[in-house]
């Protein structure tokens, strides 16, 4: 029997599954979201392999044991979907919950030589310092090697973007992480529009952009702003917690 806290985040998660493809972040069947339920990280929920996030439900979510297997059995997540999140999971203690996607703006932003979300808009200055830059695409992730090597890259950062590939957003809860990675693709989104002007960007200096990060994360409102995206379901979408 599941406890309580397990069956909240089943909801929460079938809730960022939901919102993602209504918002564009999602890619066919592919990308993967998780988020731990045991204080090592070795336990977690996860999509299943091929199922589009707009009929992800609560009960759909895999519940991954530390060997990998599933329980209760059934077919196994996609594999760079467990050697990914297995891995970030254990070594990044504050990556409560893993977001990986291909939204078109940032993964757009990772395809540019030396590409990074620069400090030139207020959405994106809640990032300064806080990304981290895997500039080396290195093929899919179907070892527990390579789920190290991006466990590595990530390090203490909320974000990475993977060369090449796409973003990863971590956060301490759902509905922090889907927060982040809102405001990462409507910051990359801003600037991809400014840079196609060919103008130069307006930086925002260091010191300010330092401060202006700093005071973001001190008014929080991912809860509120999740809390609001799950009342839109409840009423749109109501078979997202069953």
């Known amino acids: 029997m599941e406890t309580d806290d397990i069956q909240r985040q089943r909801v929460e998660l079938a809730a960022a599954f939901r919102w993602a493809a209504r918002l564009g972040f999602h890619e066919g069947v592919c990308n993967h979201f998780s988020v731990a339920v045991s204080d090592s990280g070795d336990r977690f929920l996860v999509n299943p392999h091929g199922m589009h996030f707009s009929r992800i439900r609560a009960s759909d979510l895999l519940l991954v044991e530390p060997d990998g297997t599933v329980t209760g059995g059934g077919e196994a997540p996609e594999p760079t979907a467990f050697f990914i999140h297995s891995r970030l999971h254990r070594g990044v203690p504050q990556a409560r919950c893993i977001l990986h996607c291909h939204m078109p ?18 959405n994106g200055l809640r990032f300064f310092e806080r990304i981290a830059y895997d500039d080396d695409y290195n ?18 950062h909320q974000v990475m ?9 971590t956060g ?9 990675m809102y405001y990462l693709e409507r910051a990359c989104q801003n600037q991809v529009l400014a840079m196609s002007t060919g103008r130069p960007l307006k930086r925002v200096p260091d010191d300010m952009a330092r401060k202006v990060a700093q005071q973001i994360a001190q008014e929080d409102n991912s809860g509120r702003h999740f809390a609001e995206l799950m009342r839109i379901l409840d009423r749109e979408e109501p078979d997202y917690a069953s």
């Open 139 to 156: 093929g899919l992730a179907l070892d527990d090697g390579e789920g190290d090597r991006i466990c590595a890259a990530l390090g203490n």
């Open 161 to 169: 973007f993977m060369a090449n590939h796409g973003v990863t957003v």
């Open 105 to 122: 703006y940032a993964t757009a932003l990772t395809t540019l030589e030396g590409g990074r979300l620069e400090p030139v808009n207020q």
């Open 172 to 180: 301490h809860s759902v509905a922090f992480a889907f927060d982040t």
